[in-house]
Structure formats: C-alpha cells, structure tokens
C-alpha cells in the first residue's frame, strides 16, 4: 500500500517521546511522500505538536529515528535541519511582533540564503533577501501588509504571516500545526485555499481539528491516539476505519 | 524600504545630538581643568565598557556579570607585557590586551551562554569572580594591593614627555575620545549589518530564530567575544591612563556599574550607555561636593531617573519623534 504512495521524502521509524512518565509519542512510524498533503488529526493531546517538534528537531526522541530523502537527521539541531529543507509553523503565534511583517520573513530568508561573506554588510543592501521575503509575504496573501508591525495584524494575518516565513526558507517540507486555528470563517477560507495552493510544490505535513476541511484536502491521514498511530489510509479509508469512528470521530458528536 | 535600526538613532535630532555630543567632547579638554580632563577620560574608559556591555544586553538579550573581568584582565596584560623600565608602544599593548581579553570570553562565553537568563546572569558571574581571585590571591599582579606600571602611556606617545604639563592629560583624553568614537560607530554598522539583524531577532525571540534556522549559540558566542575584546580595549585604556591596576578592575562591581550606566543612559540605544557613564561620573563628583553619603545619594539618584525614565536619558529625544509621528508612523 506504502509503495502506491512513492518514495518516502520524510519518514520516522518507530519514534517514541515521553515526558517523565508520560508517554506523548507511542512507535510511531509515519511517511511523508513528495508532493502529498499528509494530514494528522486526532484529539486535544494526542500528540501531535509532539510529533512536529520531533520532526523539525526541537524535541530529541527517546528512541526511533526521522529520515529525510533518506538521510537520517534524528540527531540535527533544529537550524540544521531548516538548511535540509524542514520548515515549521507554529500551533500558537510565535512571530518577532516589534518587526515589520517584512523583516519577519526577510529574518526567515536570510537564515537560509544569506552568504557568509554578506554578514557584515548593511541589512538594507541585501535587495536578494528583500525580494525573496517579498515573494514569500505575496504568496501568503500579504503583499499589502509588509510595512505593518507584526504584532498590530489581525490574527488571521499573523498566521498567514507564521507560514510566509515557513515558506522563505524554501522548503521541501511543510510541518503545520494548526495554521487555522482561531480564524474566522473569511480568513480560513483564505488559509484553506493558500494550503491547497502549497501542496502543489510541497510535502505538507498537516495538523488540523477541522475535519471537513482536512477530508476534503488530505491526499493521506493519520489518527493519533494517546501518541500511538490509531489508523491511517486515504481520507475514505479513515472515514470508514471502524476503530477511529470508535474511539476518535464518534466522540467528536 | 524603511527598516530602522533599534538602536541607532531613529531622528535627525538624535544624529545631531550625537553630534553635539561629540563636539562637546573634542572641546572640552580647551576649557575645563586639568582634573577635570582627567575625569572625563576616566568616564570616557567607563563609557566604553558599558558600550561594549550593550552590545550583550540592549543589542543580544545577555545580561552579563562577568563582563568587567575582560576588562580588568586586559588591564593586567597591559601591566604584565610592559617592562620595568620602558613601556611597550600602544600598537603592541592594544593588540595584545584585545586578544587576551577576547580569549577569556570565548572561553567563558563558550560554556555560559550554555545556559540562559538568570543562570547565565549567575555562570558569568561565577567565571568573573574566578578571574579575580587568580589576581586577589597570587603574586600574579601584585596580589591585592596591584601594582603600578613602570612607565604608563607617557613613553607610549613619544613625543608627549616633551610637553608642558598643562597639556600632558590630552594625550589620553584625545586616545579615549577616538577610541569610543571608533568602538561607536563600528558598533553601529555592526548593528546595520545582517549579523546585528541576526542578535536583534535572538533578543526578540531566540527560539523562533532557531526555528527558522539560526545557529543562535555559535551568533551569541562570536557576539560574546566582540564584547569582550571591547571591554578589553577599554580596560587596555585604562591601565594606560592611570598607570596602575588593582583586582577591584575585575570584581564582578565593575560589571554591575556598567549595568547602571546602561539603565541611566537607556538599555534601548548604543547613545545610551555613553550618555550613562557621562551622567553617572558628573552624578559621582557632584555628589561628592554637597553630601558625605556620596552612594546613598548616587543610588537615589539612579532609581529616580529609571522610574520617570524607563528607557533612560536617551529616551527623552526619542519620545518626541514617537509622538509626532503617531501610532501608525
Ligand atoms: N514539554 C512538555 N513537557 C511535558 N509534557 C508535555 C510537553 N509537551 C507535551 N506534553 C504532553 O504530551 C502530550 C501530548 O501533547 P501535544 O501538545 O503533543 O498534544 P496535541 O495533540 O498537540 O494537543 P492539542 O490538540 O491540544 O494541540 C500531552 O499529554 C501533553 O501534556
Ligand atoms: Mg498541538
């Protein structure tokens, strides 16, 4: 069934977390193919923040391993592993709120692609990183807000503004946990449509409680319970998984 | 595009009160006594490790108490490499109390930025105070008393011994002032720069600079090395100014005082601690003439100025410029 599914672009094996005595990521081995919008869903801690910041390094794993293109990269540091094509949107706000939108993502793309030997010249010469946080804030949808504060936007805009940075890093993979999250109808349509848009030209590793929406998108799902893997499959393949309706769907009422 | 930079100032006002700052400074030594000279070369010194501090604490977020070690040490190096009877050219001292100094903190840096906020502020201090004692307690550097150099500054600037003594003290002075000027301004272009970009975001918000891909602990630890080379450079001026060092020069008061000059003056400016350490030497003397509880009054002098004035003297010229432009500008 995997194989139908392509290469593996990011992959765990057997990953497992636990803090102090509780056990937040239980043997999980999931994949990420090229390409695929992978959306994991399951109830309030679940584990699924766990499993973002296992994948994007800012958790260690008691034991399992995460590969990407085949590479192991359980042991990178976070920033290592932005430079491999990982990048990670936050489930709560987590953006520089004193800087413009503008140098919130040029910060993203200079992590990326600044040169060595351009550290010491002026900020305001590098019209590379510039215009590449440009195309980031446009293809977000914020190309008119670039010159606002960060923390005066709307919440809407200040997660459109979270995934503008993800997307200055130009990554191969997209973690996002819960980029809807406290959004209005309006602005998560936007959002919703945005999504749509990036999993065209990237892997997209979704957390979402939206389950309309996340049945609509999904190419591949998987249910955490508890931190273990309850079930995955196609978004029709879950939908009917006797267990998920069971423990997970049903007592969503 | 219209980013300002934090610390630098956001106003023609404020450039041109830099400026006025600095033609005080280049004319004072024209008008005032030779004491009063020699005092303002001191808070000249005193101005340039508090400046080199701001780089750690108003530019990167890291509260240093270790910070005036470098500072001392450097002052020793001075006293150790220079012999008995002819001291050692400043193009000699200079280099060399710079990369002791730099030494020390990439050692120091290297383990303590290992920790964060209160622990660093602690592990820092702990490292300073371990520089002390190797000065406090062995003949090292004359031991508690310290020592005095043979011949300070005086052989350093050659053809100075021949002046009249009217003019002697503006050797050092005009050294201090390029120094601070030079320290300013290449701490200004380094806060331009995208590396100052890169400790700006680390201040803001360090895991999110990890998490869109910045080594923050190798960007924290080369800052932390500038800073001490800085503050090696103003301990270097130190010994050649007043021709003598004591293990005071390293105690972690040092640091702490460089700490106040920077709250006076304004943790959000690089003007902030120069302005700080003028304020806070003219605070000191004035003290001096009209009480005999010089600290008590000097303490409440200092908290006075930091509950009206949270973001210091130098906040006063800033606080205009954001009123006019209102909360959209
Ligand atoms: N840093 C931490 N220290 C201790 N326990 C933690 C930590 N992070 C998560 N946990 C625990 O691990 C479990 C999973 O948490 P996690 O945040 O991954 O869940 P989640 O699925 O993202 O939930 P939500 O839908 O509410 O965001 C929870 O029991 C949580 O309390
Ligand atoms: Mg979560």
Redesign the pocket.
């Known amino acids: 069934m995997d194989d139908a599914r392509g290469s593996a672009l990011l992959e765990t094996r057997n990953l497992c977390r636990s ?2 005595g ?1 056990s ?1 990521t239980r043997d999980v081995s999931i994949r990420l193919a090229p390409g695929e919008l992978h959306a994991v869903i ?1 109830p ?7 499993l973002v910041n296992l994948l994007s390094g800012e958790l260690a794993p008691s034991s399992g391993t995460v590969h990407l293109a085949g590479e192991d990269v359980t042991r990178l540091p976070v920033h290592a592993r932005v430079k491999h094509g990982i990048a990670r949107s936050f ?1 709560r706000t987590n953006i520089f709120k004193d800087m413009t939108a503008l140098e919130n993502v040029r910060l993203a793309a200079q992590a990326v692609h600044a040169t060595p030997g351009s550290l010491f010249r002026s900020a305001w010469r590098a019209r590379d990183l510039v215009s590449r946080a440009q195309t980031a804030l446009a293809r977000a949808g914020l190309e008119d807000r670039s010159a606002a504060i960060a923390g005066t936007l709307s919440h809407g805009a200040q997660r459109q503004l979270e995934i503008a940075m993800t997307l200055a890093t130009s990554p191969k993979v997209l973690l996002l946990d ?1 980029p809807l999250a406290g959004m209005g109808q309006e602005e998560g349509l936007r959002i919703s449509a945005l999504l749509k848009a990036l999993s065209k030209d990237h892997a997209i590793l979704l957390i979402e409680h939206d389950m309309d929406f996340v049945f609509k998108v999904a190419d591949w799902m998987t249910v ?1 319970v508890e ?1 273990a893997v309850l079930a995955e499959g196609t978004p029709d393949a879950v939908r009917t998984n006797a267990a998920v309706r069971r423990a997970y769907l049903g007592a969503q009422r | 595009m219209n980013e300002q930079t934090r610390l630098l100032p956001h106003s023609r006002l404020g450039w041109l009160l830099l400026a006025a700052l600095l033609a005080c400074l280049v004319a004072a030594p024209h008008f005032v006594s030779i004491y009063h000279t020699e005092l303002i070369t001191t808070a000249m010194i005193a101005a340039m490790l508090a400046l080199s501090l701001q780089l750690l604490v108003g530019g990167t977020g890291l509260v240093s108490l270790g910070h005036g070690a470098f500072y001392g040490l450097a002052a020793y190096v001075v006293y150790l490499i220079s012999p008995e009877a002819a001291a050692r050219p400043i193009w000699q001292t200079l280099p060399a109390a710079m990369l002791v100094a730099g030494l020390a903190a990439l050692l120091v840096g290297s383990l303590s930025l290992r920790t964060k906020g209160f622990f660093f502020l602690m592990v820092t201090l702990a490292f300073g105070q371990m520089i002390f004692f190797v000065f406090h307690d062995t003949k090292l550097g004359g031991g508690t008393d310290g020592a005095y150099l043979g011949k300070p500054l005086i052989q350093a600037f050659g053809a100075s011994l021949d002046l009249p003594r009217r003019q002697r003290p503006l050797g050092p002075y005009y050294v201090a002032l390029i120094q601070l000027t030079l320290m300013y301004v290449g701490l200004a272009l380094l806060m331009r720069s995208l590396f100052g970009r890169i400790l700006e975001g680390i201040r803001a918000n360090e895991h999110r600079m990890r998490a869109i891909g910045f080594d923050t602990y190798r960007y924290k630890l080369t800052t932390f090395v500038i800073a001490g080379m800085l503050a090696g450079a103003s301990g270097h001026m130190w010994a050649m100014h007043r021709g003598f060092v004591n293990p005071e020069l390293i105690s972690w008061h040092k640091s702490a005082e460089a700490l106040l000059m920077i709250l006076l003056g304004g943790l959000g400016s690089l003007a902030g601690p120069i302005v700080g350490a003028l304020a806070y030497t003219a605070l000191g003397e004035f003290s001096q003439l009209v009480t005999e509880r010089k600290l008590l009054v000097e303490g409440l002098v200092i908290l006075a100025v930091v509950l009206v004035l949270p973001r210091g003297l130098t906040g006063l010229a800033r606080r205009r410029k954001a009123a006019e432009l209102g909360p959209d500008g």
């Not at chain 1, 309030?44 to 766990?50: D, F, V």
């Open positions: 803090f102090g509780v937040a399951g309030n801690g679940a584990g699924k923040s766990t489930q819960e955490l931190g």
